[in-house]
């Protein structure tokens, strides 16, 4: 099956570059939150450091939703979906390649530029690298938790209204984690909240292809 799951994979990236630049708006997005946080609190940066954590992480969640309501409902709205169901990949598989096209459309590039927005707080090293990894562990969670949203959104008019107030209290941990990896790098203590991370990804990224599956699956139906 790996050639059907490269190929859907492939095909949504395609899609999300054709779609209106969505990779992009979520880049001046992230961009956009945080420059103007510096500007609006001032020059101390020392508050700056302390607090870039948790507004780059807020900033790179808001960011990766701006794409997420088009995740099925292209598909959902032109029959595709319908075709894909009757592929040899598994409603699951297919949750799972979708989940991958947002991350690296969306969540990759994100990661890949907090390290340049995080000198705009003066984040010293550690700190950036913190923010980094935690990143890197962290989006494909958001992927992961909004692939469900948009899964339970799918027939739903207006749904990428509701879909923000699906998803971010569910990723709260995530958040919560990934500031606490940064202010614990920046006060030389031991990141467990890296771990804690960790394990919030892997559980959300194992149960979402299910989860979003069975939504599928209930919309298709209908």
Not at 130 to 158: C, E, N, Q, W
């Amino acid at each position: 099956m790996s050639g059907p799951f490269v190929s859907l994979v492939m095909r949504d990236l395609r899609l999300a570059s054709r779609s209106g630049g969505s990779a992009a708006l979520a880049l001046a997005f992230f961009a956009l939150v945080a420059t103007l946080v510096p500007l609006g609190v001032g020059a101390n940066l020392n508050l700056l450091a302390r607090i870039a954590g948790g507004v780059l992480w807020v900033g790179a969640v808001l960011a990766a939703l701006l794409s997420l309501d088009r995740l099925y409902q292209g598909d959902f709205d032109d029959g595709s979906l319908d075709l894909i169901a009757l592929s040899p990949l598994s409603l699951e598989q297919v949750a799972l390649a979708k989940l991958l096209a947002h991350w690296f459309s969306t969540g990759l590039p994100l990661t890949l530029l907090s390290p340049l927005l995080a000198l705009l707080f003066g984040l010293p090293g550690p700190g950036t690298w913190a923010l980094f990894v935690s990143l890197l562990i962290g989006t494909p969670a958001v992927s992961a938790v909004g692939a469900i949203g948009a899964s339970l959104t799918l027939s739903l008019k207006r749904g990428g209204l509701i879909l923000p107030l699906i998803i971010l209290p569910l990723l709260a941990p995530a958040v919560i984690f990934g500031a606490g990896a940064v202010t614990a790098a920046l006060d030389h203590l031991p990141n467990g909240a890296l771990g804690l991370l960790s394990a919030f990804a892997a559980a959300a990224v194992l149960l979402s292809p299910f989860a979003a599956a069975a939504c599928v699956r209930l919309n298709l139906a209908g």
